[in-house]
C-alpha cells in the first residue's frame, strides 16, 4: 500500500529554518517524480514544489524560489524540504506526494511565528 509519512515541521521564529522528510513505501520511489504541497488554514492546498525522479530537474513555487530547497535520496524512498528564511505566510501543513499517485499523508505542521 502506497504510503508517505512527513516529519520534521514545528514552531520556528520568522528567518528560521526547518528541514522536513518524507518517507514513502508500497511504490518504486525512484521512478516517480515527487511533490511537496502545503495548506494554509482556509486556503486551497498548493503545490510547493516538485523533483524529477532522478533528482536532475526540480521547480518551485514563485514565492519560496531561493529559500526553499528539494532533494531526494532514492536508496532511502526519501524526499526532503530544506526551508529557509522563513516567514509568517508560509505557515500551513506540508504534504508530499507522488505526482502520478493520488494518495496523501498526514501532513506536517509547520507555523512560523515570533
Known amino acids: 500500500q502506497v504510503q508517505f509519512v512527513e516529519s520534521g515541521g514545528g514552531l520556528v521564529q520568522p528567518g528560521g529554518s526547518l528541514r522536513l522528510s518524507c518517507a514513502a513505501s508500497?511504490?518504486?520511489?525512484?521512478?516517480?517524480?515527487m511533490t511537496w504541497y502545503r495548506q494554509a488554514p482556509g486556503k486551497e492546498r498548493e503545490l510547493v514544489g516538485s523533483?524529477?525522479?532522478?533528482?536532475?530537474?526540480?521547480h518551485y513555487v514563485d514565492s519560496v524560489k531561493g529559500r526553499f530547497t528539494i532533494s531526494r535520496d532514492n536508496a532511502r524512498s526519501t524526499m526532503y524540504l530544506q526551508m529557509n528564511s522563513l516567514k509568517p505566510e508560509d505557515t500551513a501543513k506540508y504534504y508530499c506526494?507522488?505526482?502520478?499517485?493520488?494518495?496523501w499523508g498526514q501532513g506536517t505542521q509547520v507555523t512560523v511565528s515570533s
Open positions: 506526494k507522488a505526482q502520478a499517485l493520488n494518495y
Open positions: 508500497g511504490f518504486i520511489f525512484s521512478r516517480y517524480t
Open positions: 523533483i524529477a525522479s532522478t533528482g536532475d530537474i526540480v
